[in-house]
């Protein structure tokens, strides 16, 4: 069976500091990957997805990037962080199944607060 | 654009009610819709819905399609404090990039015992 994983779960940061977030998914190749970001009272909105190594499609113009160096590790960056970054990020995998019927499944997230 | 609008946004019931959450959506090619709870952390997978009128089940939870009328409901019976969650619908965006998923705000449940 497949999981993923997210660290770390909580993590508070001063404004300006750089960000490192991992998600790694075991049980499953060649994956599709996602970053998902949800903040107080909103939704849940798509930072950057990925269909393969080095592959990396973004949703949202920020001060976040996203790289996948490894086949089944999606990594979230940030130089210098700003208040506006603080939510609870989320990663997801899927298959990649074709004809809009793939089923994403979510990380444990990481709850980010930047003060 | 692709909408998802949800209601309500919130919801509070008592144990043993049974309640009804909705869906409605916009979108120009419609190919499937997704139910997911959300408790403190990550969001659950629950239904993939892709065909209109036909019932997914799973134990206490149901969700069924209409097409025409362009919504879905999740129904919960006899409902217990474990079901208390935020219940999200999404549909894949229709837009070039098939995987994404546009998500409604969720309706947040709540059971009293």
């Known amino acids: 069976s497949q999981t993923i994983h997210q660290w770390p779960a909580t993590l508070v940061q001063p404004v300006g500091s750089p960000l490192s977030l991992e998600c790694t998914v075991e049980g499953t190749s060649n994956p599709n990957l996602y970053w998902y970001r949800q903040a107080a009272g909103r939704g849940l909105q798509l930072l950057f997805y990925s269909v393969g190594i080095g592959q990396i499609s973004s949703e949202v113009p920020q001060n976040l990037s996203a790289s996948r160096p490894q086949d089944r590790q999606f990594i979230l960056s940030s130089k210098k962080l700003l208040l506006s970054d603080s939510g609870f990020y989320l990663c997801?995998?899927?298959?990649?199944?074709?004809?809009?019927?793939?089923?994403?499944?979510f990380g444990p997230g990481t709850r980010l607060t930047v003060l | 654009e692709d909408k998802v609008v949800q209601s309500p946004l919130s919801l509070v019931v008592h144990e043993g009610d049974t309640v009804t959450l909705n869906c409605s959506y916009e979108?120009?090619?419609?190919?499937?819709l997704l139910w997911y709870k959300q408790e403190k952390k990550a969001p659950t997978f629950l239904f993939m819905l892709?065909?209109?009128?036909i019932e997914k089940k799973s134990g206490r939870l149901s969700s069924i399609l209409d097409k025409k009328e362009l919504f879905s409901i999740l129904n919960i019976t006899a409902t217990q404090t474990g079901d208390s969650a935020v219940y999200l619908c999404?549909?894949?965006?229709?837009?070039?990039?098939?995987?994404?998923?546009?998500f409604g705000k969720g309706t947040k449940l709540s059971v009293i015992p």
């Open positions: 997801a995998w899927s298959r990649g199944l074709a004809g809009g019927t793939d089923t994403q499944y």
């Open positions: 892709t065909s209109s009128g």
């Open positions: 999404a549909v894949p965006y229709s837009g070039a990039g098939s995987y994404q998923l546009t």
């Open positions: 979108v120009t090619n419609f190919r499937s």
